[in-house]
């Protein structure tokens, strides 16, 4: 029995996938207990070391099992182009243990995993970049604002590893944004979910609101490169945004705030893109986050 177990452990830690378009080798690799604190590393052939991209998943700040399946044909451009990939997964607002501080400490944690992966894997977490759609860029986001949070937080994690760049594909990276009415009357995500992620009502919780914002933290002082379709920026207010899923009086602009911060600061408009086609393959914004991620690394000159 003891046997069996050994090899089924061991099928279950290297995925190969089945789609033809996107088969190639991952490891399975835990950063913590629950089911959800996972990524699927995978390496590109040769020595190494090489550069590493995380990309973190949409999902309207939740997470589910198999919303990870977004960045997979990614993951592999990423290996042929000659960079590794961490595709990680992580528990969302509703997901049990999740919310405030949950989400944020796995966040955290499964990109600091780098840093003992790095042990066992070529990987060069110098040169680590972070790659979110929608949700996942506040995430990303997050993540370049995390070593300036006050020790104190019940969402800091002393940074084992700090991205080199940033790359957001059509992100929404207010919290006010979280929990707004569109036109239809309807919450953006179809549920309220600012409440857990800050622990609890915003009015009471006005620093774990600050906490989790990225905009209160600019600069940053790592390049980022910011990918948006036309339903979602330019912000000129008031409009419907998002296809009608929001309509915010006011919302801050993130590309002027970061510019004006002294940020490294690169924006791509994409006209009337399609919000998962940022990470469907052969989508103009799923090609213009590949190349952002090339650029950045210095394998693409534009």
Known sequence: MKIITNVLS?????????????????????????PMQYGELSIPA?????????????GCWNSSEGMINAYRAMAKVMNEHGIAAWNMQYRGASSLGGGWPGTWLDIANGFDA?????????????????????SGGHYGAWLATRPQLPPTSQIYVKPLVNPMALVMADAYINPL???????SGEVYCGEPLLEKLV??????????????????????????????STYRYPV???????????????????????????????????????????????????????????????????
């Open 46 to 58: 040769g020595a190494g070391p090489f550069p590493v991209v995380t990309f973190l998943h949409a």
């Open 177 to 183: 944004v979280i929990d707004s009415i569109g036109t």
């Open 114 to 134: 780098l840093a003992s992966i790095a042990k066992d894997y070529p990987i060069d977490t110098s040169r680590a970049v972070v790659v979110g759609h929608s």
């Open 10 to 34: 061991l099928i279950l830690s290297v995925l190969v996938l089945s789609n033809p378009l996107s088969a190639f080798a991952q490891t399975k690799i835990s950063y913590g207990a629950d």
């Open 236 to 302: 000129s207010l008031p409009r419907e945004l998002a296809q009608g899923k929001t309509a915010l009086k006011s919302l801050p602009d993130y590309p002027a705030l970061a510019v004006l911060a002294g940020d490294e600061f690169n924006m791509r408009l994409i006209d009337k893109e399609g919000h998962g086609d940022f990470v469907k393959e052969g989508a103009r914004g799923y090609l213009a986050t590949i190349s952002a991620v090339l650029r950045l690394l210095g394998k693409q000159t534009e």
């Open 199 to 228: 622990g609890g009502p915003v009015e009471q919780n006005i620093q774990n609101f600050l906490e989790i914002s990225p905009l209160e933290w600019l600069p940053w002082g790592i390049p980022q490169e910011f990918i948006v």
